[in-house]
């Protein structure tokens, strides 16, 4: 049965300074590698091992990734990076303190910019310290200014379609170790949540969401492994 393992990163800095961040390529800390390395001791305790992996060019992403590879003894498989994977890019906001954002907006436009489907931030300025239009990795991509979720899913679909769904469609275990956002995208496709429902859906970092598809992809089972730290996840159509 193909299974997919969906994986956010471990905590990074600016989720513990509760900074937006976005695009900006800010590291784990200690917490976080260490729920990156629990994260793969889960999947390795419960069989649930790897044959392929996704993750974005982001480094909180791609170390939780080798991290959790590494403890599920399963750092040999092949690992494909792409951008489309990243973050959603938090414009404006980007480097902000959430907190004093929401103070300074609003508790309800704060939650629009962060949970809504189609509302993007404010765009980021050209120019700005967090511009990321110069960086190599990014090079022959365009750079936003800024995403919403809707657009975040316009970009994460078409790598889902092109390059995840046919190893899950040749019956692999896959892992994506990305974003909460890049990740809400994919929940909200697999499992066709409404556009006014999204706003209810979190993924909490560190802990492997496995959902083990039929051969249409659709959901039949989904899960946390870590029950402790587990969110509600949507229902599965019948
Ligand atoms: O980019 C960020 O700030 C976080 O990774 C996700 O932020 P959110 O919880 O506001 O979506």
Redesign the pocket.
């Known amino acids: 049965m193909p299974t997919l393992i969906l994986l956010r990163h471990g905590q990074s800095q ?2 513990l300074e509760n ?4 695009w900006v390529d800010v590291d784990l800390t200690t917490e976080g590698e260490a729920q990156a390395r629990r994260g793969g001791e889960l999947m390795a305790e419960q069989g649930l091992l790897p044959d392929e992996a996704f993750t974005s060019v982001q480094t909180r992403a791609i170390r939780t990734c080798n991290l959790a590879l590494d403890a599920a003894r399963r750092s040999w498989i092949p690992v494909t990076k792409d951008w489309r994977l990243n ?1 959603r890019h ?1 414009g404006g906001l980007t480097g902000l303190d ?1 907190t004093e954002t929401a103070r300074l907006h609003g508790e309800e436009q704060v939650k629009v910019w ?1 949970r809504s489907y189609d509302t993007p931030p404010p765009p980021l300025e050209a120019g700005s310290e967090h511009d990321l239009s110069g960086d190599p990795r990014y090079a022959g991509a365009t750079v936003p200014a800024t995403e919403s979720l809707k657009l975040t899913l316009e970009r994460v679909l078409p790598y889902w379609t092109s390059a995840i769904a046919p190893r899950l469609k040749a019956d692999k275990t896959v892992l994506v170790a990305a ?3 890049s990740l809400r995208a994919i929940v909200k496709h697999l499992f066709q949540v409404a556009d006014d429902r999204i706003v209810g859906v979190e993924i909490p970092t560190g802990n492997p969401l496995v959902i083990e598809l039929n051969a249409d992809l659709q959901p039949v089972s989904a899960r946390y492994l870590d029950e402790g730290r587990a969110q509600a996840l949507p229902e599965i159509a019948a």
Do not use: I, P, V
């Open positions: 600016w989720n900074r937006f961040t976005g973050e938090y959430k962060r974003h909460g956002n």
